[in-house]
C-alpha cells in the first residue's frame, strides 16, 4: 500500500486545515487508517485513526474535540480536519495504514505497516 498525503501548509492560530492522504495499491477497505504528527525534537505520536468502516478509533487528548478524522472509501481517501489549530499542533502529519493491525495497538507507531511521506502543518500564534 502506498500512501500520498497532502494539504498541510502555514496557518495562523485559530484557523483550520484539511490534510488528505490518497492510498494505492491495496483494497482500502480492508485498511485501518490513523494520523500521527512528528513535531521538532519530539517523537511520533498517535493522533487519531478509524476503523475500516467508518467508525473512530480514538483521538489523542490533545486534539479531541477540535480534530475530525473521516474516511471516503470511493476515493481511497482519509482526512484529517484540523480547527482550532494552535502554535503546539506545528509537526509533520504522517499517515498510516495497516490492514492487520489491532485496535488495542492503533497508539504504537511500530505497529502501523505503511507510512505516507508526512506533510508540514505550521502554526503561527
Known amino acids: 500500500v502506498q500512501l500520498q498525503a497532502s494539504g498541510g501548509g502555514l496557518v495562523q492560530a485559530e484557523n483550520s486545515l484539511r490534510l488528505s492522504c490518497v492510498a494505492s495499491?491495496?483494497?482500502?477497505?480492508?485498511?485501518?487508517l490513523g494520523w500521527f504528527r512528528q513535531g521538532p525534537g519530539k517523537e511520533r505520536e498517535f493522533v487519531t485513526a478509524?476503523?475500516?468502516?467508518?467508525?473512530?478509533?480514538g483521538y489523542s487528548d490533545s486534539v479531541k474535540g477540535r480534530f475530525t478524522i473521516s474516511r471516503d472509501n470511493a476515493k481511497n481517501t482519509v482526512y484529517l480536519q484540523m480547527n482550532s489549530l494552535k502554535p503546539e499542533d506545528t509537526a509533520v502529519y504522517y499517515c498510516a495504514a495497516s490492514s492487520r493491525i489491532i485496535v488495542g495497538s492503533i497508539r504504537v507507531p511500530m505497529y502501523w505497516d505503511n507510512w505516507g511521506q508526512g506533510t508540514q502543518v505550521t502554526v503561527s500564534s
Open positions: 478509524v476503523d475500516r468502516g467508518t467508525g473512530v478509533l
Open positions: 495499491g491495496g483494497t482500502f477497505r480492508s485498511l485501518r
